[in-house]
């Protein structure tokens, strides 16, 4: 069993638990739903990732231990009121402390150098262990003597977003107002974000391209796919101006530019061509069971916009890792 938890401080709305706070039932109450309110998971994670784990149990009876505890470094706010909507209803529902005893506490800070870098990213947390045994790891070398195919299974449908940027401290990334799709052999995934890693980190023959941006989506079984683009020097990128023009330079939560749109569509190559393959996250913890499309044609971005991402994140890339035992398809 793991379990996760986050510090909440006071401070700016938030927005993410704003239909949260505003529901809270006055008193001990059996579930319900609450019409036309969702909640959107993936902004319950503070922007940067670093956190501690340690091996525990449940705070409430009956304690069972077990537990894999991730504790995130960084808070997430409130603000008074929706602080005091809880308080009203609910005060001091909080366990004392533990001893730790002889148990360890591990720092999952991670990096892309020294001690805290790829080859050292399974021994960082207990949770991370995938990074090290897994056996479907990405990213990987493409030879193309495999070539490529169409992705005649894969269609698209996407829209606009705002302009949601952040810098996690290991990327810049783009989170997208929902809305845009895809569907990979019948099955449906919604686009949640986009992000940036120089160079790339698949290669092809061994070479990297400057920059590759990963299109992370996830379907209802919380299934993910990710499609990657090469980017390489060449004409300004019209649809990633706005992009490299906010480009945040220090770890910053999310932001909504004023004004400022992303023409999701425009973010492929003109073919969707490439190659496929059964692989995993490329940070920590290195989850498996992700579907890769890598796809063969390029997009290009001026020198002035490949300089302005990476005068803040250069080799911000996991190196390839063995293809063992998968097959590498092209098309899906």
């Given at each position: 069993m793991?379990?996760?938890?986050?510090?909440?401080?006071?401070?700016?709305?938030?927005?993410a638990?704003?239909?949260?706070?505003?529901?809270?039932?006055?008193?001990?109450a059996?579930?319900?739903t609450?019409d036309?309110?969702?909640?959107?998971?993936?902004?319950?994670?503070?922007?940067?990732?670093d956190?501690?784990?340690?091996?525990?149990?449940?705070?409430?009876?009956?304690?069972?231990?077990?537990?894999?505890w991730?504790?995130?470094?960084e808070?997430?706010?409130?603000?008074?009121?929706?602080?005091?909507?809880?308080?009203?209803?609910i005060?001091d529902?909080?366990?004392?402390?533990q001893?730790?005893?002889?148990?360890?506490?591990?720092?999952?800070?991670?990096?892309?150098?020294g001690?805290?870098?790829?080859?050292?990213?399974g021994?960082?947390?207990?949770a991370?262990?995938?990074?090290e045994?897994?056996?479907?790891?990405?990213?990987?070398?493409i030879?193309?003597?495999t070539?490529?195919?169409?992705?005649s299974?894969?269609s698209t449908t996407?829209g606009?977003?705002a302009l949601?940027?952040?810098?996690?401290?290991?990327?810049?990334?783009?989170?997208?107002?929902?809305?845009?799709t895809?569907?990979?052999?019948?099955k449906?995934?919604s686009?949640?974000?986009?992000?940036?890693?120089?160079?790339?980190?698949?290669?092809?023959?061994?070479?990297?391209?400057?920059i590759e941006?990963?299109?992370v989506h996830q379907?209802?079984d919380k299934s993910?796919a990710?499609?990657?683009?090469?980017?390489?020097?060449?004409?300004e990128?019209?649809?990633?101006?706005?992009?490299?023009?906010?480009?945040?330079?220090?770890s910053?939560?999310?932001?909504?530019?004023?004004?400022?749109?992303?023409?999701?569509a425009g973010?492929?190559?003109?073919?969707l061509?490439?190659?496929?393959?059964?692989?995993?996250?490329?940070?920590?913890p290195?989850?498996?069971?992700?579907?890769?499309?890598?796809?063969?044609?390029?997009?290009?971005?001026?020198?002035?916009?490949?300089?302005?991402?990476?005068?803040?994140?250069?080799?911000?890339f996991?190196?390839?890792?063995?293809?063992?035992?998968?097959?590498?398809?092209a098309?899906?």
């Amino acid at each position: 069993m793991r379990g996760s938890d986050t510090d909440v401080d006071e401070g700016d709305e938030n927005d993410a638990l704003k239909d949260v706070f505003s529901n809270i039932p006055a008193g001990e109450a059996a579930v319900s739903t609450i019409d036309g309110v969702t909640l959107d998971i993936t902004n319950l994670v503070p922007a940067i990732t670093d956190a501690w784990t340690y091996d525990g149990s449940l705070t409430t009876p009956p304690c069972s231990e077990g537990v894999n505890w991730i504790v995130m470094a960084e808070s997430m706010e409130v603000s008074a009121a929706q602080l005091k909507a809880f308080t009203d209803v609910i005060e001091d529902n909080n366990r004392p402390t533990q001893s730790l005893e002889a148990r360890t506490i591990h720092g999952a800070h991670w990096s892309y150098e020294g001690e805290a870098g790829p080859e050292n990213w399974g021994e960082l947390a207990h949770a991370w262990g995938t990074c090290e045994e897994g056996t479907e790891q990405s990213p990987i070398d493409i030879d193309t003597a495999t070539a490529p195919a169409d992705f005649s299974s894969l269609s698209t449908t996407y829209g606009t977003s705002a302009l949601n940027i952040l810098n996690n401290g290991h990327t810049v990334q783009v989170n997208v107002d929902a809305g845009s799709t895809i569907d990979v052999a019948g099955k449906a995934y919604s686009l949640l974000q986009f992000h940036f890693h120089a160079g790339s980190e698949h290669t092809r023959d061994g070479a990297q391209a400057p920059i590759e941006m990963h299109m992370v989506h996830q379907a209802a079984d919380k299934s993910l796919a990710v499609l990657g683009v090469f980017i390489t020097e060449g004409s300004e990128n019209d649809t990633l101006k706005g992009v490299f023009s906010n480009l945040p330079v220090t770890s910053t939560p999310v932001s909504t530019v004023d004004g400022e749109t992303v023409d999701v569509a425009g973010l492929l190559p003109a073919s969707l061509m490439g190659w496929s393959y059964a692989g995993s996250l490329t940070t920590p913890p290195c989850s498996e069971g992700v579907s890769w499309m890598v796809m063969s044609e390029d997009i290009e971005a001026s020198k002035a916009q490949i300089d302005s991402f990476t005068s803040i994140f250069s080799d911000n890339f996991r190196p390839v890792q063995s293809l063992g035992a998968r097959t590498l398809t092209a098309g899906n």
